[in-house]
């Protein structure tokens, strides 16, 4: 039989084109899944490893790495022993599917906690580079090896890929999230930066019970985006261009108190000292933006002990939160506009220029499509 292979973007650093090799494709070991891949987002992790924000070197992982991890397809090869998904629903060859990219050990003491999103080896195979086999370990190519033991659901017939492309990474990390941030009915929450996670915060918001949803961010599509899922006020950094100015705005729509949640999901450290700033008192601050090992803002920490303020960092989800990100969509894919969260769709062949439009926040959500 002839071996099968597909395509990888390749990525070789900051500031170096992508590059795209052949590779062949393993079969699956025992509690593995083949996918073939039909749409992965450009996520804004995968932003800060292109400009070398987070310099993937620096933890050890060596090159080519292939990037991306947002991400849908269909189901090629089921190894031996799978045969349902993670809610015991019958899987086989064509069914479309959503997955966890990482895969907590499950031994570790995060682990043993039960935050799994916490396990420090939960992506142990980025210390391998793309050239060693099962190489498809990421989402910009042609495959995906999903690694025995993984969370992985059905995809229903009426959610489109682009509906559903960002709910591994982005949706289920604010589903999350907010659960994190311990969002009460009738709360107001700030939403800093309205990229992909941004308008997924607001529709999760809204569906959690916030009673105000306030949206800030400069870029008129994304502004418009985030109305019409669901944000109550917009702040429009165009017309409020000082932080002051914000701040101030942010106090006034709350009688002077400030936000019960602020969400930074903009992934600068500039706008940390701004977000805490729109802090009500009990104020809970939830960051999940900042991925940028080094960069830093100044912070007075009397205003959160006299504030009895809260900061909560957040990096991937647990597996519930994936499922709930995936009966979201499945439930209210009427009510809110889903499928406009990826705005432009690129080949494979065009990776470098979708990261490019992204770098320069031409669009919301690129895609590429093998």
Not at 181 to 188: D, M, N, Q, S, V
Request: negative net charge; hydrophobic residues 40%; contains cysteine.
């Amino acid at each position: 039989m002839t071996q099968r292979t597909g395509r990888i973007a390749t990525f070789y650093g900051p500031g170096k084109p992508f590059a795209l090799k052949e590779y062949p494709v393993p079969e699956p070991e025992p509690g593995a899944v083949i996918v073939k891949m039909s749409m992965a987002n450009v996520c804004g992790s995968d932003l800060h490893q292109w400009r070398g924000e987070f310099d993937v070197a620096k933890f050890g992982r060596p090159y080519p790495q292939v990037l991306g991890h947002e991400m849908t397809g269909t189901v090629v090869e089921l190894g031996a022993g799978v045969s349902r998904d993670s809610a015991g629903r019958e899987l086989a060859p064509g069914d479309r599917v959503v997955f966890r990219y990482f895969y907590p050990c499950g031994r570790c003491r995060a682990c043993l906690k039960r935050i799994s999103r916490a396990c420090p080896f939960a992506r142990a195979y980025l210390t391998h580079s793309c050239d060693e086999p099962p190489h498809f370990v990421g989402a910009f190519g042609d495959y995906h090896y999903v690694q025995p033991g993984a969370a992985l659901f059905k995809v229903p017939d009426e959610l489109s890929d682009p509906m559903i492309a960002g709910a591994n990474c982005a949706l289920a990390q604010v589903v999350g999230g907010l659960q994190l941030a311990g969002l009460r009915l009738g709360e107001t929450v700030v939403i800093q930066g309205a990229g992909g996670l941004g308008v997924y915060a607001t529709a999760v918001a809204k569906e959690m019970g916030a009673g105000r949803v306030i949206v800030i961010d400069g870029i008129p599509a994304r502004l418009e985006l985030a109305a019409a899922f669901g944000a109550d006020e917009l702040v429009d950094l165009r017309e409020l261009r000082d932080a002051d100015a914000r701040v101030a705005r942010v106090l006034e729509l709350t009688e002077g108190w400030g936000a019960d949640v602020v969400c930074e999901l903009a992934g600068h450290p500039r706008v940390c000292p701004e977000g805490l700033r729109m802090l009500g008192r009990t104020g809970r601050y939830l960051e999940i933006g900042n991925i940028n090992p080094g960069l830093t803002y100044e912070l007075d920490p009397s205003w959160l002990i006299f504030g009895n303020r809260l900061i909560l960092g957040m990096v991937y989800y647990e597996a519930e939160h994936l499922a709930q990100a995936l009966e979201l969509v499945a439930r209210t894919r009427t009510k809110y506009p889903w499928e406009r969260v990826v705005s432009h769709t690129f080949p494979l062949e065009q990776i470098n220029e979708a990261f490019r439009a992204a770098d320069e926040g031409r669009v919301t959500r690129a895609a590429l499509v093998p």
